[in-house]
Every structure is written in structure tokens, then in C-alpha cells.
């Protein structure tokens, strides 16, 4: 099956500084790669997503990239404020009959201090 | 706005005790899902479903099993609850595949 490694398990930043987050995947069926944010106290949710038709994705401060060939995609952050400070997943799915089947890395606290 | 509601926040159940963890969902998914949370460890599946009654095993259903009666409900059950299933469980529910995956707030179960 899937297996979604993820570093660095924590990370700590200056307030207006950047933070990258890494993943690497093993299943080269997978096809989708969704980051979730969980803030203390809630569920995950969703922050951004990319298909593996696409190399980067953008939004506002917060951007991943996909490396198919290489099977690893990342989580950058610019700018960050306090409120980034959170657990971030992230996840891959092969999609097909997984039904939608989501492996998750091992999370990163990310800790940004005024 | 989307909800998906887990029954309690918090339990604290004793060793052997059949444990239940309700999830309802109103956004009329076909997907629901069960995951535990440990620290250093993620997410990890225990149990899918993608219709009513139907149920799929995750990667650790070993001392869970699962009901999907309804299509709005999906419940967890501990047979005889451990303390190594002391844990956050976090429902969560999709249309299909390579969607969003909505998230309940999660139950923080204690087995003392």
C-alpha cells in the first residue's frame, strides 16, 4: 500500500520568515496530494491540493509543488504569521477503487514566533 | 456550512468496555472514514465506508469494527476497549474520490 513520509516533524520560525514542508510517497499510482492544517482543539482541514497533472499550485501565501519523477511534493509558506502555527499533513491517494483512500504523512508542528 | 459531528470530545472507558464513537454527517457523502491520531505517528486508517452498509478494512482495524446503517452515520466500535486504543479518533467524510475530506472535531478517548 501507500506509505507518506514527512518531514521535519517540527518546525520552528520567525514571524515573517518562510517554512517548507516535505513529503515523499511510494505508491507511483497515486494522483492526488492534499495538505491539511489541524489547529488545537479541531479536525484537519483542508489548506491547498494538487493533482499530479500539475507541477505547482498557488494561494495566496502558501504554494505546493509535485515532483512526480521523484515521487516527493512540498508545503511552502511566505510570510508567516502566528496564526500559521498549527499541525500541518500532508497526504497522498491513488484514487481508482481506494475509493478515495487517504495515506497521511506523520504531521509537522510548526511553530512561528512573533 | 459542512458539518460532520462526532458524538463526545472526550470519553474515559474502562478496560473491556464496548466502546461506541458516533460521526454524522450532513453533506450527504458517500464516503466516510475513521482514523486514529497518535503523536509521531499521523493519521492512520482504521476503517472506510463508501455506501450504507458497506465497510472496508484501513491499514490498523485490528479491535475495531464499524456500522454504516445509514447513510449520514458511521460508528466505530471498540469490542473490548485496551489501553493501547487510548487515542484522538477523527471521523471524516468525502463525495468521491480525490475530493476535499471533511473532518469532525475528533474523540479523545481515554481506556483507564
Known amino acids: 500500500g501507500e506509505n507518506v513520509e514527512q518531514h521535519p516533524s517540527t518546525l520552528s520560525v520567525q514571524e515573517g520568515d518562510s517554512a517548507v514542508i516535505k513529503c515523499t510517497y511510494s505508491?507511483?499510482?497515486?494522483?492526488?496530494f492534499p495538505w491539511y492544517k489541524q489547529e488545537l482543539g479541531k479536525g484537519p482541514q483542508l489548506i491547498i491540493d494538487?493533482?499530479?497533472?500539475?507541477g505547482e499550485k498557488k494561494d495566496q501565501r502558501i504554494a505546493v509543488t509535485l515532483n512526480k519523477t521523484a515521487k516527493h511534493f512540498s508545503l511552502h509558506i511566505t510570510e508567516t504569521q502566528p496564526e500559521d502555527s498549527a499541525v500541518y499533513f500532508c497526504?497522498?491517494?491513488?484514487?481508482?477503487?481506494?475509493?478515495?483512500?487517504?495515506?497521511f504523512g506523520q504531521g509537522t508542528i510548526l511553530t512561528v514566533h512573533p | 456550512d459542512v458539518k460532520v459531528t462526532q458524538s463526545s470530545r472526550y470519553l474515559v472507558k474502562r478496560t473491556g468496555e464496548k466502546v461506541f464513537l458516533e460521526c454524522v454527517q450532513d453533506?450527504?457523502?458517500?464516503?466516510m472514514f475513521w482514523y486514529r491520531q497518535d503523536p509521531g505517528l499521523g493519521l492512520r486508517l482504521i476503517y472506510f465506508?463508501?455506501?450504507?452498509?458497506?465497510?472496508e478494512k484501513g491499514d490498523i482495524p485490528e479491535g475495531y469494527s464499524v456500522s454504516r446503517e445509514k447513510k449520514e452515520r458511521f460508528s466505530l466500535i471498540l469490542e473490548s476497549a485496551s489501553t493501547n486504543q487510548t487515542s484522538m479518533y477523527l471521523c471524516?467524510?468525502?463525495?468521491?474520490?480525490?475530493?476535499?475530506?471533511?473532518f469532525g472535531q475528533g474523540t479523545r478517548l481515554t481506556v483507564v
Open positions: 453533506m450527504d457523502h458517500e464516503n
Open positions: 471524516a467524510s468525502w463525495r468521491r474520490e480525490n475530493t476535499e475530506a471533511f
Open positions: 494538487i493533482r499530479s497533472n500539475v
Open positions: 497526504a497522498a491517494n491513488a484514487g481508482g477503487t481506494s475509493y478515495g483512500k487517504l495515506t
Open positions: 465506508s463508501y455506501d450504507v452498509k458497506m465497510k
Open positions: 505508491d507511483s499510482a497515486s494522483n492526488y
